[in-house]
């Protein structure tokens, strides 16, 4: 690096709401705008929901316009059981074009993650040893849940349940289970065993995310996985000026995603969030569209 | 020169997945697949909610 940019190094800045937020709250409130919903506990069913919207957002939301990939990736799987021509291609297509900016910028669920770990609270970093093979969980969750058991899991009924869904997703309890319940005294009273181990696994979810950045992002959620293994090919990318950077290591410690921001930018760990740009004193990092640059790590070891 | 071909293939590839993507795109629609998905979208889905 270059004398001449440290000379340039300015202040940190001040925003009231960073871009990162005001696009948050946009994506959420419009993928979730059907606002009377959530006063007559019922959902949406017009013919926007054939359309999936590019992030963990429950169809069974109240609010919920379209419908969620990976709920939709189960049901063609385990109840249609055929291969999900529509529904993949969808992803993939998000995938190429998005990639991780989905989970940085559009996620209601990252939005959810990153206000509680605002939340006072005594803040936990998970130890490497721990941390980066945790990572490839993710991996296995979408792998075994939403794709081949689903897919080959025989059951009575010849229908078998979105597992994912079922047992794991919190996106489900937080905007479907719990507003639902609320307003609907019939499904409150229905409500049992299953509904306690989805609500014990929520808090245990949003209790995490108050302590560690974006766990449910880094270690169990399969959407953020499957727009991982599209990072390398995604035309949305963060690049970083070497000439510019003045290794001052605030993007390092911003960075919610725990990545080695100055070695392996715009890597499958990085979700695009934009707050390294934020705060880089020397305007060394840029967001981009289009060509990866050579010699990119990939994989969870792109984390500290 | 390494690089430059690695950055090649990148791109040959992002292409042919960006093919296949509009490929299988194509397909589901022509199936009607995303008549499947708005069935299940319009319905509460009891699994994601924790009742079923
Ligand atoms: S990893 Fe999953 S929950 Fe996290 S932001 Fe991405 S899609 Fe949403
Ligand atoms: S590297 Fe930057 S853009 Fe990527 S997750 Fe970390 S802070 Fe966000």
Redesign the interface.
Same mark, same amino acid.
């Given at each position: 690096m270059s004398g001449m940019y440290r000379d340039r190094v300015r202040g940190p800045k001040k925003r009231r709401l960073s871009f990162q937020r005001k696009v948050q709250l946009a994506a959420a409130a419009l993928f979730n705008g059907y606002a009377a919903g959530f006063q007559k506990g019922k959902?949406?069913?017009?013919?926007s $929901? !054939?359309?999936?919207v590019p992030v963990l957002n429950?169809?069974?939301c109240p609010g919920?316009l379209?419908?969620?990939p990976i709920?939709?990736l189960q049901?063609?799987l385990g109840?249609?059981h055929?291969f999900?021509?529509?529904?993949?291609?969808?992803l993939?297509?998000f995938g190429?074009v998005l990639g991780r900016v989905a989970c940085g910028l559009l996620c209601p669920f990252g939005l959810v993650q990153d206000l509680l770990h605002k939340l006072p609270l005594p803040k936990v970093r998970v130890p490497k040893g721990l941390d980066r093979p945790a990572r490839y969980l993710k991996y296995i969750v979408l792998a075994l849940l939403v794709l081949l058991l689903p897919a080959f899991l025989p059951s009575d009924t010849g229908v078998t349940?979105?597992l994912f869904?079922?047992y794991l997703?919190p996106a489900?309890?937080l905007g479907?289970?719990i507003p639902?319940?609320l307003a609907d005294p019939a499904?409150r009273s229905?409500?049992?065993a299953?509904?306690s181990? $989805? !609500?014990a696994v929520l808090a245990a979810i949003l209790l995490a995310a108050a302590l560690v950045r974006r766990p449910f992002c880094k270690y169990l959620c399969p959407l953020g996985a499957f727009y991982a293994l599209?990072s390398?090919?995604s035309l949305c990318r963060m690049e970083l000026d070497a000439h510019r950077c003045v290794q001052c290591g605030r993007c390092e410690s911003i960075c919610p995603m725990d990545i080695r921001v100055t070695q392996d930018l715009s890597g499958p760990e990085c979700i695009h969030c934009g707050r390294c740009q934020e705060i880089c004193p020397t305007e060394a990092i840029s967001r981009s569209l289009g060509?990866?640059?050579?010699?990119e790590k990939n994989g969870p070891e792109a984390s500290k | 020169m390494r690089s430059a071909l690695r950055t090649r293939d990148s791109s040959l590839l992002r292409l042919g997945l960006l093919v296949l993507a509009l490929v299988f795109l194509g397909v589901g629609l022509a199936r009607g697949e995303q008549q499947e998905v708005l069935a299940k979208a319009v319905r509460i889905c009891l699994e994601c909610i924790g009742i079923g």
């Open positions: 959902i949406f069913t017009s013919g $929901k !054939a359309l999936c429950c169809y069974s919920a379209g419908a969620c709920g939709a049901t063609a109840a249609h055929h999900p021509f529509y529904v993949l291609g969808t993939m297509l190429l349940p979105p869904c079922k997703c489900g309890t479907g289970g639902l319940l499904l229905v409500a049992g299953l509904f181990w $989805k !609500a599209f390398r090919f060509r990866r640059t050579a010699g | -």
